[in-house]
């Protein structure tokens, strides 16, 4: 008599039971490693943590708004104070064209100071429902791309600025508006990063602004991460372990305090890395574990910072972001 046939559901078992004693016997016959993670507060084998990660370290200019110093300043803060890269806003670039400066001046400086610019800040309402303040978002985000070019940028933030307050935008048509903003992107060699503000009613969650992403269904499309933001908007660090190197170019990096609560905390209550409760420690083993090694982007809005020397506060925040990655990874 001819053998039954195995099944596929019995040749699936079978073959998950022989990787499961394999694992076993490789480890003395013990189970040492789970083989489903920890639904929270997952950790990444030590055996992965063996190598620091090469990080690149940029300055963005939020940290040393309140000082008041013009786009060519902040340019020489950044360099002076031993930074790879700058994040710098457009409201500045554009007041220093305005008095009679040259982005060919901006970027001598920047290239003199051997810096990068990984990405910069601007409000373009690209995302808005309205057609005709979108058409004129698509405009203001082409100017800001064009700048952008000119300094030698490869990316600009693109959050969801603009939408009136009480509207709400679809994730579908943000996401359908967002491949319109990366084709413009193609053409002007730059690429914008879905960016998600903690609580917004429209992209206010990681999971949100990643929808948007995969969405948009285009072979550029990246999320722009922040540390306060992500939990402002309350998500759990974890959901990082899905993306990967593509998603995860630059990431604002910051720091927030237990007080004010999550529920009142604003922008203005950011500190540096280290200096507050979020888990920076998990956060960098999670972009190691995804393969990913974003730009880290130094961007509060302290007060109390803005009241001290400019190149202070960014040399203290460069060391802050440096003394996190060693602990991270000694």
Known sequence: ???????????????????????IAGAGGVLSTPLIPKASGAETPASTMSKKPAFRYCLNMSTIRGQELNAAEEIEVAGKAGYDAIEPWFRKINEYLESG????E?????????????????????IVNDSAARAAGFEEAKRDMDTIAQLGGLRIAA???????????????????????????????????VEMWGGNPSIGTVEKAVYVAIRAGHPKACFLGDVYHTYKGGCDFNGLRLLGPQAMQVFHFNDYPA??????IKDEHRVYPGDGIAPITDILHIYQAAGATPVLSLEVFNKDYWAQDALVVAKTGLAKMQQCVTRAFE
């Open 101 to 104: 400066g040259t982005l060919a």
């Open 159 to 193: 959050p969801p600025a603009g939408v009136p307050k009480g509207e709400a935008v679809e994730l579908d048509a943000a996401a359908e508006r967002y491949h319109q903003l990366l084709e413009l992107g193609d053409k002007m060699g730059v690429v914008p990063q």
């Open 259 to 264: 007080d004010p609560p999550r529920e009142t």
């Open 106 to 126: 901006l970027k001598q400086r920047i290239d003199d100071h051997g810096l990068t610019v990984e990405s910069a800040i601007g409000f373009a309402p690209w």
């Open 1 to 23: 008599m001819n053998p039954r046939p195995v099944t596929r559901r019995e040749m699936l078992f079978s073959s998950a039971g022989a990787t499961t004693a394999a694992v």
